[in-house]
Every structure is written in structure tokens, then in C-alpha cells.
């Protein structure tokens, strides 16, 4: 069938998760004897996640119906299932994909999805760019990841309540939610506390994880924690910490990752992007002493000053990444500008993460400011 007049509009729509993207006259033909053109503009990218790719096409037809061939594509390629060879041009006519994304680890994260309408022999195409999001790392490497996590563990210091004492939600002891008798025992992860001289600080509040997974503040003193060295004086192999980091889905802002192992006091630093880190260096460290550990978490690398001064020592090079806890140097005296203490490689600091010089210069002049660091 020939088209004599008319024009068709081609309202093109994508559904993802729910995620509705709409551009107006996205797609326009115009008819002549034996010409249809299509045009559009302003097609967002699209992030495609673990749902089909659901696509919508709608016409806009003044003049009377005709016949026309229409085919969905991905990438260039047809999509089997998806074509019609009498596809009816009328008001209010459409064409629906809900596709099912094949998706393989190397696949492509950069892609279109388009449509053709064929009339009277005449081919006319249009499409849209979209982004795609496949699988995690740990999708295609179950069994690794999972040896891996077997292997690489939390350090959880021990700790035992020594005088009875109510349990609160919270590290400032506002608000009462339990009762935890002398004796109990349970998992020192977290601390408050206040300086009281230009070497220690008091601790006020510890936060404990319960045999039965739950949290709870306490007044520091009602708690003896172990002097036990928890230092495993071996490291992990590059390709498991490559695992580690990949199968736990760690992001970051920047080209860089820093994991920061307590359990063997090693820096290891990345390169790449999420599912694809590389490791680029390991520097060995020393962490929180178990009165003042170094905290659990993920951060971010937020903000670099030259130095820190307590009057009778200070560190220098000093990254930090979560509220005071920073990576710097060891502690110097400020008599004599020799190194105070030269411990490295198990557990010293109040709670810093302390390096040679020369690993925590290289560090503070490669990481950019919002690079993540994870401490686990």
C-alpha cells in the first residue's frame, strides 16, 4: 500500500522499574510518494536494571489507515518475537516490546533499542540510546565469592560486662531498652569518648553486639575489654582481595577503592570501577588498639590537611575519612621530629590508621578527595 498523505506521529516511551521517560514528537514521519522520514530528540539515557525492557510506540494518523511491516530492534539486531508484518497505521495504533534482556559478564552497558516501520518497500528507523546495568560480580562468580567470604572476616573484639548495667539505643544513654546483667558477654565495636590529655582520652560509651545480633550502648566503665591480639600476620592472596571487594559491590566516586583489612593491618588500594577493581598497591598499617578500634564501615576519603598537632607530638599527611579517624603518618615528637612510635603492622592507634611516610605520601598525592574507604 502506497501512502498518498498525511503525517504519523511517533510518541516513543520506555518503562523501566516503573521509570516512565516520554519525549513529545519523539518521532516524526513525513509521507510523499515514496519517502517517510523519522526524526527525534532528547532521548535520555535509560538504566536498566534486573527487569525486562518494556517500550512503548504510539501513532498519531489523521488520515486514513494503511498498512505497514514493523520490527523492534536491540543493538542494531532485530529481536525475535517482535515484528509485525501487518502493523495497522492508524490513530491511537501501537506497538509494545517487553523484552528480556539476555545479559552475559562482558556484555556492553552502552546500547539502543529502536523500531522500523516498512511501508511500500520504503525502510524508516528510529532509536534511542540506553544504559544498561547487568548483573552483579557475584552473579557469575557464586562459588568464589562465596570461598572468599568464608575467608575474610569482621574482627570482633571481645568484651564482658562487669557490673551490671541498663542497655540504650543510643551512645549518648537517653533512652533505656533492656538490661544486661555482669557477665554477659558480647562484641566491642564502637566507642564515644573525651581528650583529656595531649596522649590518651577517656572512653565514655561503648556500643556491644549481642550473642542474639542486637546492639546496645553502655556506660564504658561497666565493660573489660580483651587484650587479646587479633593481628593475623599472613595476607590474602590479590586475586581474593580482588574477589572480596568485586562480590561485596563496593563503589566509589573516584577510579580509586581503599579496604582497609584490620584483621591482617593492610592498606589495599584499587583501580578501576565497581565489579572491575583491580589491585594497584598494599601497604601495611597499624590500626585502633582494642580499647579504641578502628570503626567498621564504609566512608569516604573527605578531606586532606598537612598535619595534625597535639603540642608534644603530631602526624602528618593526614586523609580523613571518617569524622577523626584519618590514614597518616606514624606519631612524631614535636622536640625532636623523630618518630615517637614506630609501631606498624598490628594494633597501636586510638583509633587512625597509622603508615610509613613514603606509602601515605604516595596515597595522599593519587587518591582524589570522595574516593571510598572501607574498613572491614
Known sequence: MRIKTGIVFLIFIILVSG?????????VIYSGENEIYFSFTDYPAVA??????????????????????????????????????????KQGASSTLNY??????????NGYIGFMLT???VEKFIDVPIEVRNYPYYYYHRDEAERVFSLIKHVYIDATVVQGTNAYTSYNLSKVNGWLPAGTNAKYIDYTYETYDVYKHRNLTAKLLLDNGYTCWVPYNTIKVSGKNYTVYSDFTNNDKEIFVNAKGYKSNTKWLVWINIERQKVNVFYGSEGEWKIYGVFPCATGKNTTPTIDGVFKYSRYTPKWDFDTYYVKYVMVFNGGHAM?????????D????????????????????????WLKDNLPIGTTVVVY
Not at 528480556?100 to 552497558?109: A, G, I
Request: net charge negative; proline share 5%.
Open 48 to 89: 536498566l536494571t534486573d527487569v525486562k525492557l518494556s517500550a512503548t510506540v504510539t501513532v498519531t494518523w489523521a488520515n486514513e489507515p494503511c498498512t505497514a511491516a514493523a520490527q523492534w530492534y536491540y543493538n542494531g539486531m532485530p529481536i525475535e518475537g517482535y515484528s509485525n508484518p501487518q502493523f495497522e497505521v
Open 100 to 109: 528480556d534482556l539476555p545479559r552475559w559478564e562482558t556484555m556492553p552497558l
Open 328 to 336: 597518616h603518618s606514624r606519631t612524631y615528637r614535636t622536640s625532636t
Open 119 to 121: 511501508v511500500d518497500g
Open 19 to 27: 521509570f516512565c521517560v516520554c519525549a513529545e514528537d519523539a518521532g
Open 338 to 361: 623523630r618518630v615517637l612510635d614506630e609501631t606498624i603492622g598490628t594494633t597501636t592507634s586510638l583509633g587512625c590508621v597509622r603508615l610509613y611516610d613514603k606509602d601515605v605520601i
